[in-house]
Protein backbone atom coordinates (compact mmCIF):
# COMPACT_ATOMS: atom_id res chain seq x y z
CA UNK A 1 0.00 0.00 0.00
CA UNK A 2 1.60 3.30 -0.97
CA UNK A 3 1.92 6.01 1.93
CA UNK A 4 1.58 9.57 1.60
CA UNK A 5 3.47 11.24 3.83
CA UNK A 6 2.98 14.95 5.27
CA UNK A 7 6.60 16.44 5.14
CA UNK A 8 5.54 20.02 5.45
CA UNK A 9 2.57 21.43 7.17
CA UNK A 10 2.99 25.33 7.69
CA UNK A 11 1.02 28.01 8.36
CA UNK A 12 1.53 31.68 7.77
CA UNK A 13 -0.31 34.87 7.51
CA UNK A 14 0.24 37.66 4.47
CA UNK A 15 -1.85 40.64 3.88
CA UNK A 16 -3.94 39.51 6.57
CA UNK A 17 -5.10 35.90 5.31
CA UNK A 18 -3.87 32.41 6.19
CA UNK A 19 -2.46 30.34 3.83
CA UNK A 20 -1.88 26.91 4.51
CA UNK A 21 0.54 24.31 2.70
CA UNK A 22 0.56 20.47 2.96
CA UNK A 23 3.36 18.69 1.04
CA UNK A 24 2.69 14.96 0.40
CA UNK A 25 5.78 12.68 -1.10
CA UNK A 26 5.43 9.62 -2.19
CA UNK A 27 2.35 8.99 -3.49
CA UNK A 28 -1.11 10.88 -3.30
CA UNK A 29 -2.07 7.55 -3.82
CA UNK A 30 -4.48 5.71 -1.60
CA UNK A 31 -5.65 7.67 1.34
CA UNK A 32 -8.34 4.93 1.70
CA UNK A 33 -6.87 2.03 -0.60
CA UNK A 34 -9.40 0.55 -1.27
CA UNK A 35 -10.76 3.59 -3.57
CA UNK A 36 -7.87 2.87 -5.93
CA UNK A 37 -8.58 1.41 -9.17
CA UNK A 38 -6.58 -1.57 -9.18
CA UNK A 39 -4.51 -1.63 -12.21
CA UNK A 40 -3.06 2.20 -10.70
CA UNK A 41 -3.70 3.06 -6.86
CA UNK A 42 -3.03 6.64 -7.62
CA UNK A 43 -5.68 9.12 -6.88
CA UNK A 44 -5.51 10.65 -9.86
CA UNK A 45 -5.62 7.88 -11.80
CA UNK A 46 -8.76 7.04 -9.88
CA UNK A 47 -10.26 10.61 -10.70
CA UNK A 48 -9.46 9.95 -14.28
CA UNK A 49 -11.02 6.70 -14.55
CA UNK A 50 -14.59 7.94 -12.41
CA UNK A 51 -14.72 11.12 -14.43
CA UNK A 52 -14.64 8.92 -17.96
CA UNK A 53 -17.77 7.04 -17.19
CA UNK A 54 -19.73 10.82 -17.00
CA UNK A 55 -21.71 10.43 -20.07
CA UNK A 56 -22.62 13.51 -22.49
CA UNK A 57 -25.69 13.59 -20.42
CA UNK A 58 -23.61 14.52 -17.43
CA UNK A 59 -24.61 11.27 -15.93
CA UNK A 60 -22.02 9.12 -14.25
CA UNK A 61 -22.53 5.74 -15.10
CA UNK A 62 -21.41 2.90 -12.34
CA UNK A 63 -21.61 0.21 -14.56
CA UNK A 64 -18.93 2.25 -16.98
CA UNK A 65 -16.96 2.55 -14.05
CA UNK A 66 -16.73 -0.88 -13.18
CA UNK A 67 -16.15 -2.04 -16.58
CA UNK A 68 -12.21 -0.77 -16.54
CA UNK A 69 -11.87 -1.93 -13.28
CA UNK A 70 -12.78 0.52 -10.65
CA UNK A 71 -14.12 -0.96 -7.34
CA UNK A 72 -17.50 -0.85 -6.51
CA UNK A 73 -16.95 1.06 -3.53
CA UNK A 74 -15.22 3.89 -5.42
CA UNK A 75 -18.22 4.13 -7.90
CA UNK A 76 -20.84 4.59 -4.98
CA UNK A 77 -18.37 6.74 -3.19
CA UNK A 78 -18.28 8.91 -6.28
CA UNK A 79 -21.83 8.83 -6.82
CA UNK A 80 -22.57 9.93 -3.23
CA UNK A 81 -20.17 12.99 -3.67
CA UNK A 82 -22.15 14.13 -6.86
CA UNK A 83 -25.61 13.40 -5.01
CA UNK A 84 -23.77 16.12 -2.39
CA UNK A 85 -23.82 19.01 -5.40
CA UNK A 86 -26.98 17.89 -7.18
CA UNK A 87 -25.74 15.24 -10.05
CA UNK A 88 -27.27 12.60 -10.84
CA UNK A 89 -25.83 8.83 -11.72
CA UNK A 90 -26.87 5.75 -12.51
CA UNK A 91 -25.84 1.71 -11.71
CA UNK A 92 -24.64 3.12 -7.93
CA UNK A 93 -26.00 3.05 -4.77
CA UNK A 94 -25.53 6.64 -2.89
CA UNK A 95 -25.15 6.56 0.76
CA UNK A 96 -28.32 8.53 1.93
CA UNK A 97 -26.98 8.47 5.69
CA UNK A 98 -24.29 10.24 4.55
CA UNK A 99 -25.80 12.86 2.27
CA UNK A 100 -28.16 13.49 4.95
CA UNK A 101 -25.50 14.27 7.45
CA UNK A 102 -23.72 16.33 5.43
CA UNK A 103 -26.71 18.09 4.22
CA UNK A 104 -27.52 18.70 7.59
CA UNK A 105 -24.32 20.71 8.03
CA UNK A 106 -24.87 22.92 4.88
CA UNK A 107 -28.30 24.16 6.33
CA UNK A 108 -26.68 26.25 8.71
CA UNK A 109 -25.42 27.84 6.20
CA UNK A 110 -28.10 30.85 5.03
CA UNK A 111 -27.11 31.72 1.46
CA UNK A 112 -23.75 30.08 -0.48
CA UNK A 113 -21.02 32.82 -0.48
CA UNK A 114 -18.31 32.46 -3.04
CA UNK A 115 -17.67 30.70 -6.38
CA UNK A 116 -17.27 27.57 -8.21
CA UNK A 117 -14.72 27.40 -10.87
CA UNK A 118 -11.45 26.75 -11.87
CA UNK A 119 -8.54 28.33 -13.68
CA UNK A 120 -4.75 28.70 -14.14
CA UNK A 121 -2.51 31.19 -13.03
CA UNK A 122 0.49 30.92 -15.06
CA UNK A 123 1.20 26.90 -14.37
CA UNK A 124 -0.61 27.17 -10.79
CA UNK A 125 -4.04 25.44 -10.59
CA UNK A 126 -6.57 26.95 -8.86
CA UNK A 127 -9.87 25.66 -7.40
CA UNK A 128 -12.77 27.51 -6.08
CA UNK A 129 -15.23 26.22 -3.84
CA UNK A 130 -18.77 28.19 -2.25
CA UNK A 131 -19.01 28.53 0.56
CA UNK A 132 -21.87 25.47 0.70
CA UNK A 133 -20.08 22.93 -1.60
CA UNK A 134 -16.99 23.59 0.83
CA UNK A 135 -18.84 22.54 3.63
CA UNK A 136 -19.78 19.63 2.22
CA UNK A 137 -16.62 18.41 1.27
CA UNK A 138 -15.49 19.43 5.19
CA UNK A 139 -18.57 17.26 6.00
CA UNK A 140 -16.91 14.00 4.07
CA UNK A 141 -13.33 14.56 5.15
CA UNK A 142 -15.34 14.64 8.56
CA UNK A 143 -16.42 11.60 8.27
CA UNK A 144 -13.57 9.96 6.51
CA UNK A 145 -16.04 9.16 3.84
CA UNK A 146 -13.15 8.12 1.22
CA UNK A 147 -11.21 10.16 -1.50
CA UNK A 148 -13.94 9.05 -4.22
CA UNK A 149 -16.51 10.67 -2.62
CA UNK A 150 -14.38 14.17 -2.17
CA UNK A 151 -13.65 13.73 -6.23
CA UNK A 152 -16.74 13.72 -6.18
CA UNK A 153 -17.89 17.09 -4.77
CA UNK A 154 -14.53 18.60 -6.56
CA UNK A 155 -15.67 17.61 -9.81
CA UNK A 156 -19.39 18.26 -9.83
CA UNK A 157 -18.71 21.57 -8.40
CA UNK A 158 -16.59 22.87 -10.13
CA UNK A 159 -16.38 20.98 -13.76
CA UNK A 160 -12.52 20.09 -12.84
CA UNK A 161 -10.95 16.60 -14.86
CA UNK A 162 -10.64 13.79 -12.41
CA UNK A 163 -7.15 13.39 -12.61
CA UNK A 164 -6.52 16.66 -11.23
CA UNK A 165 -9.42 16.47 -8.57
CA UNK A 166 -7.99 13.16 -7.48
CA UNK A 167 -4.81 14.64 -6.44
CA UNK A 168 -6.30 17.43 -4.69
CA UNK A 169 -9.10 15.49 -2.99
CA UNK A 170 -5.78 13.19 -1.61
CA UNK A 171 -3.93 15.68 -0.18
CA UNK A 172 -6.74 17.13 1.40
CA UNK A 173 -8.10 13.54 2.58
CA UNK A 174 -4.37 13.96 4.79
CA UNK A 175 -4.61 16.87 6.32
CA UNK A 176 -8.29 18.17 5.75
CA UNK A 177 -7.72 20.24 8.85
CA UNK A 178 -6.24 22.70 6.58
CA UNK A 179 -9.89 23.35 4.85
CA UNK A 180 -11.05 24.71 8.18
CA UNK A 181 -8.54 27.57 8.13
CA UNK A 182 -9.31 28.22 4.65
CA UNK A 183 -12.88 29.12 4.85
CA UNK A 184 -12.79 30.80 8.22
CA UNK A 185 -14.07 33.82 6.82
CA UNK A 186 -17.50 32.44 5.07
CA UNK A 187 -16.67 33.21 1.13
CA UNK A 188 -15.67 29.31 0.29
CA UNK A 189 -11.94 28.69 -0.34
CA UNK A 190 -9.47 28.17 -3.25
CA UNK A 191 -7.53 25.55 -3.27
CA UNK A 192 -4.39 25.47 -5.54
CA UNK A 193 -1.72 22.76 -7.19
CA UNK A 194 0.67 23.00 -9.41
CA UNK A 195 0.65 20.45 -11.62
CA UNK A 196 1.48 17.22 -11.84
CA UNK A 197 2.85 17.68 -8.34
CA UNK A 198 1.16 16.37 -5.37
CA UNK A 199 1.50 19.74 -3.45
CA UNK A 200 -1.80 21.12 -1.86
CA UNK A 201 -1.99 24.52 -0.52
CA UNK A 202 -5.29 26.92 -0.44
CA UNK A 203 -6.65 30.15 0.94
CA UNK A 204 -9.92 31.81 1.75
CA UNK A 205 -11.86 33.06 -1.12
Same mark, same amino acid.
Given at each position: MARSIITTCARWKRLGVATLMVALVASVASVSPAHAAPSDPSAASLGAALSSAIGSDGVFDGDRARAIGV %???? @???? +?? =?? %?? @? *??? %?????????? @??? @???STAVVRACAGKN???????? /?????? %??????? /?GVLGASAGVATAIGIITAATGLGGA +?? =???? +? *? /??? +? =? =?? /?TACSSRGRGTVIHNIPPGSVVWCNNQ
Open positions: %STEA @VDAF +AT =GR %SL @V *GLA %SRHAAVDRQL @VDE @VERRWDHTGIQ /LNVYLN %SCNTTRL /L +AA =GIIA +A *G /LAV +A =G =GV /L
